[in-house]
């Protein structure tokens, strides 16, 4: 019996030192899938701006992966590592001799990509007693974004689709077209690019007026920011750079413009109700600060109506055709799609998470209201509708490979549902079913799909710079136009006369563009090098980013409490083993031995309760009381970041430079 109660002691020794010494680690995990979350302590170190440069580029550029490491205490890290395709590397500081951990220590990894596919990334610290990681929610963050392309031949490109040929074009060079968009009866063309409005009679291909940015954005930004056009043409609204404008046809000159660096600063996307009486805004940012990831309305005179605040940025906003309603979609950690009325900041619908990882970026609604389809992207890559009388789904279409579902059109009338995937697939739904009535396929990324609002045809723009024109039911292209860079984005009037194309890269989706015809894999005997980036500690391209939320993380079995809780079983075995022993041969205990026995016990059982409960103890009462303290330096000064954050205290009596009244 005795023998016997040993071996279960040392069975759970074992069993208990194997299950602390076995935690699940991010990088037994697959790449890009869901990360679990680390408990936040006092104690833990903060990661600032992690970002890669360039964001976007070729196979065989070097690109760097770069991170800020900081402590509260100037405790130095114990690593700074990045979590590269599922493994976890080393990081090393950009300049070796700086030891300022107070002020902030900068970590860079390096990789020259060669092939074409997705990079995920994030960033892990430990100063021996915390955590924290950057450049992820629930899953990592993926760059760069490769292209076969430079990007400096871009355009817009105006076509006849029932001739099947372009009408015009205009070149736009380096600058990346964000959005195209047609009045109704194709008379009249707004497009966004990175620093210019241009506004078009489209007889020609002369701008009757271009608005340039007063801020320079960088090409290939990682928020792409939009235009729309009301269905007369005569109310223009825009997001670029930090601004939401407004115009009326006839110039340049706003009616009014709006600060959008109060509510986070980039935009993913706007839209305009088709009287011009409301306009929409869809923002990125913080998922702590309820004044930016906001979804805006404004009335024509620019009259901020509501606004409404998501755990995930914007995606996408879309007016119904009678103004009434405005859809939306949002990216990680929310996931959802949305419903609103124009009346009320309330969503009429708020989805269940509609991806367990995976941004939802499409959001299409009828002229009506009353059917609305969203569009995910990768790795769960879906198309769903939902009715918004019954807010259920309707259906669901998982998109084969699951791969990301990069456009999405619906016909007015709801009865027709469009899209086009990164896998080359061209999908036609009717309402009433997920089976698609039409399915062709393109051996390249699709980056941009319409569907005229009859319903008779649609049109692709892919990563092999082709626009194709389909007539419903046949199967196959009825034309085909070149052009000099990825189609990514396409608008047809709602007359059906006429259609419009923008060339880009658009890199704030979560996937490489891939022309599936180009998918080898280069020897790089030649390194590109990139353009120096701005090595000021806070600076640099996508400085940031709106996913690198600081998170203070705490491993809750570290090697201390490992060590106690080891020593605590394997002392408390030594002195049961004794007293068996001794009990079953009779024999008298040695006063000392038991004494010193029971001591050690004790002392390793109080070490272990120290461990395991009074320090998690004062750790809880800490951070009840000192929270802003273990998120923020000391020295960081909140205000002057281009974010009025009344969460953190700001307001426009003690930080007017953030919170400005609204232009």
Not at 420 to 439: A, C, M, R, W, Y
Not at 494 to 508: H, I, L, M, P
Not at 539 to 557: L, R
Not at 611 to 633: A, C, D, H
Request: hydrophobic fraction near 35%; include cysteine.
């Amino acid at each position: 019996m005795g023998k016997k109660f040993v071996w279960i002691l040392i069975t759970l020794l074992s069993l208990s030192c194997f299950f602390f010494s076995n935690i699940i680690h991010a990088e037994d995990l697959a790449p890009g899938s869901v990360i679990p979350k680390l408990p936040k302590t006092a104690n833990d170190p903060v990661l600032l701006n992690g970002k890669i440069y360039p964001f976007w580029g070729p196979v065989c550029q070097r690109y760097t992966y770069s991170v800020v490491y900081s402590d509260k205490d100037g405790r130095s890290p114990e690593y700074v590592k990045i979590y590269f395709n599922g493994k976890m590397l080393e990081m090393q500081k950009e300049n070796p001799n700086d030891k300022d951990y107070k002020k902030g220590v900068k970590y860079i990894f390096q990789n020259v990509p060669n092939k074409y596919g997705s990079n995920f990334y994030y960033f892990e610290a430990s100063n021996g007693l915390g955590k924290a990681r950057a450049s992820i929610i629930d899953s990592p963050d993926n760059g760069p974004v490769l292209f076969d392309s430079d990007f400096k031949n871009n355009e817009i490109v105006f076509i006849d689709p029932v001739a099947g040929k372009e009408l015009w074009r205009y070149q736009t060079g380096v600058e990346w077209i964000g959005a195209v968009a047609l009045s109704n009866d194709g008379k009249y063309l707004a497009a966004q690019s990175s620093n210019h409005i241009y506004f078009f009679d489209t007889t020609n291909n002369k701008p009757l007026w271009v608005y340039e940015s007063p801020t320079k954005g960088n090409i290939g930004g990682d928020v792409k920011g939009g235009v729309a056009i009301s269905a007369d043409g005569t109310k223009i609204f825009a997001a670029i750079n930090g601004k939401a404008v407004f115009f009326d046809y006839k110039n340049n000159k706003p009616v009014w413009s709006y600060n959008l660096e109060q509510n986070g600063g980039g935009a993913y996307g706007v839209d305009i109700s088709r009287d011009g009486l409301h306009a929409a805004v869809a923002m990125a940012g913080s998922e702590s600060s309820a004044n930016s990831n906001v979804l805006i309305l404004f009335d024509k005179d620019g009259k901020k109506l509501w606004q409404y605040h998501s755990s995930g940025n914007w995606h996408e906003v879309s007016f119904s055709e009678d103004g009434l309603y405005l859809a939306g979609a949002t990216g990680c950690p929310d996931r959802r799609g949305y419903l609103f009325s124009i009346d009320l900041p309330e969503p009429i619908i708020k989805s269940e998470p509609l991806s367990k990882e995976s941004p939802v970026d499409e959001a299409r609604i009828s002229a009506n209201g009353g059917v609305i389809a969203y569009g995910v992207e990768s790795s769960y890559g879906a198309i769903i509708l939902i009715d918004k009388n019954t807010q259920k789904i309707i259906w669901k279409y998982e998109t084969p490979q699951r791969r990301s579902v990069r456009a999405l059109m619906m016909t007015p009338n709801g009865e027709l549902i469009g899209a086009g995937t990164f896998g080359g697939d061209v999908l036609l739904f009717e309402k009433k079913s997920n089976i698609p009535i039409e399915q062709i396929k393109i051996n390249s990324a699709i980056g941009a799909f319409d569907i005229s609002d009859d319903g008779s045809f649609f049109i692709t723009g892919s990563a092999d710079k082709k626009i194709r024109i389909f007539h419903r039911g046949e199967g196959r292209a009825r034309a085909e136009i070149k052009l000099n860079e990825y189609v990514g984005e396409l608008d047809i009037s709602a007359n059906g006369k006429y259609a419009v194309a923008g060339t880009s890269g658009s890199v704030y989706f979560f996937e490489s563009i891939i022309d599936l015809n180009n998918t080898k894999v280069s020897n790089c005997s030649q390194i590109i090098e990139p353009p120096k980036e701005d090595t000021s500690l806070f600076g640099g391209q996508n400085g940031g980013g709106s996913k690198d939320n600081i998170e203070k993380k705490e491993n809750p079995f570290s090697l201390p409490k490992i060590i106690s809780a080891c020593g605590t079983f394997l002392f408390l075995i030594i002195l049961v083993v004794y007293l068996i022993i001794f009990h079953k041969r009779k024999i008298k205990y040695n006063k000392i031995i038991l004494i010193s026995l029971g001591l050690i016990v004790f002392l390793s059982l109080f070490t272990s309760i120290f461990f395991w409960l009074i320090k998690s103890e004062t750790i809880r009462l800490k951070n009840s009381g000192l929270q802003e303290e273990s998120q923020i330096l000391p020295e960081d000064n909140l205000c002057g970041n281009s974010m009025c954050e009344p969460d953190l205290g700001e307001t426009k009596e003690n930080c007017a430079k953030d919170c400005t009244p609204t232009e």
